[in-house]
């Protein structure tokens, strides 16, 4: 077995579910930032896979490193292209969670969304 994500520097992940179909959100753009201060600075940007989840860590071992950062997740056009009618402006477009790393574990930070609700817990 591979080393424990404490003894690797830690790890960022995240993983999206479509609620409203009941399955995982393909496709989906995501964006992270670090926060430091009032400077936010883009970290990378990536795509979820078949399962709703990124292919690799959003970060991970040396990348890692504890602070405050940004997941901008592409909500709207997600859902869009899914087929829904969304209204002009959509009640969600562009969905930000900001979320404090403290030490070097593993954080798993998934959302839920549908049009009209999301929601996002510290997952393991």
Do not use: W
């Not at 753009?29 to 292919?55: H, Q, Y």
Request: with cysteine.
């Amino acid at each position: 077995m591979g080393a424990t994500a404490e003894a690797a520097g830690g790890r960022l992940t995240t993983h999206v579910l479509d609620t409203a179909s009941g399955s995982p959100a393909a496709g989906l753009s995501i964006e992270l930032f670090r926060i430091e201060g009032d400077r936010r600075t883009s970290v990378k940007t990536v795509v979820t896979n078949s399962d709703g989840r990124c292919d690799a860590p959003l970060l991970a071992g040396d990348e890692f490193s504890t602070g405050e950062y940004e997941l901008v997740f592409a909500a709207g056009d997600y859902l869009r292209g899914q087929g829904n009618a969304l209204p002009e402006p959509a009640f969600l477009d562009i969905v930000p969670i900001r979320f404090g790393m403290a030490e070097p574990k593993h954080y798993h930070v998934p959302l839920l969304i549908s049009p009209y609700g999301y929601s996002t817990y510290r997952g393991s």
